[in-house]
Structures are given as C-alpha cells and as structure tokens.
C-alpha cells in the first residue's frame, strides 16, 4: 500500500525556519522523484520544490535560496528545510511522490498534507 506522511508543521514567527519531513512506503519502483507542494487559501496548488532519484533538485522562484530539499534513499525519507519564512509561506504542505518527464516533475501519490503558518 502506497503511503506518504508528512509531519513537522505549525506555527512559526516571520524570518523563522521550520522542517517538515515525509515518510514513504509501497512506492513502485519508478516513482523515484519526491517534491513538496503547497496551497494557500484560494489559490492552486504549487510545486515548491523536487528531487530526482540521483539527488537533483528544482526549486520554486519564490523559495530559491530559502528552502532546502533533501532525500534519504535508504530511509525512504525526504525534507524540507524551510528558512527566513515569509507570511506568503503559509499553505497546507504536501509531500508527493512522482517521476521526471525529461526535465519536467509529475506528481503520482499525495500525502494528507501538514500547514505551516508564518504569522507573529
């Protein structure tokens, strides 16, 4: 059974950091790549960023520099490092497990999602 938990939410002040981590199981052996996305109320869902299988990474815009994505391939596991939040980070985050189409991240399995709230 495929499976994707996500924990380390909650609420942090402006120019805090947070880490969230995600725990994977049952995946099939070609949804190799991870990424977090997020949604913030009324708008669509966004990747944040992703990991190829080898360790690659892309980021979004608006968190390059910020937010760090890490895997560990024998732990199944994956991380987010989020640093000098921003109150435009708040959003329900979620962990997700897809491939790369050449240079392109597709989302296949979803977590439940964890919220982060940046506000003092």
């Known amino acids: 059974q495929v499976q994707l938990v996500e924990s380390g939410g909650g609420l942090v002040q402006p120019g805090g950091s947070l880490r969230l981590s995600c725990a994977a199981s049952g995946m099939p052996v070609n949804v190799n790549a991870r990424g977090w996305y997020r949604q913030a109320p009324g708008k669509q869902r966004e990747l944040v960023a992703a990991i190829s299988s080898g360790g690659n990474t892309d980021y979004a815009d608006s968190v390059k520099g910020r937010f760090t994505i890490s895997r560990d391939n024998a732990k199944n596991t994956m991380t987010l490092q989020m640093n000098s939040l921003k109150p435009e980070d708040t959003a329900v985050y979620y962990c997700?497990?897809?491939?790369?189409?050449?240079?392109?991240?597709?989302?296949?399995?979803w977590g439940r999602g964890t919220q982060v709230t940046v506000s003092s």
């Open positions: 997700n497990a897809g491939l790369y189409q050449g240079a392109t991240y597709k989302s296949v399995y």
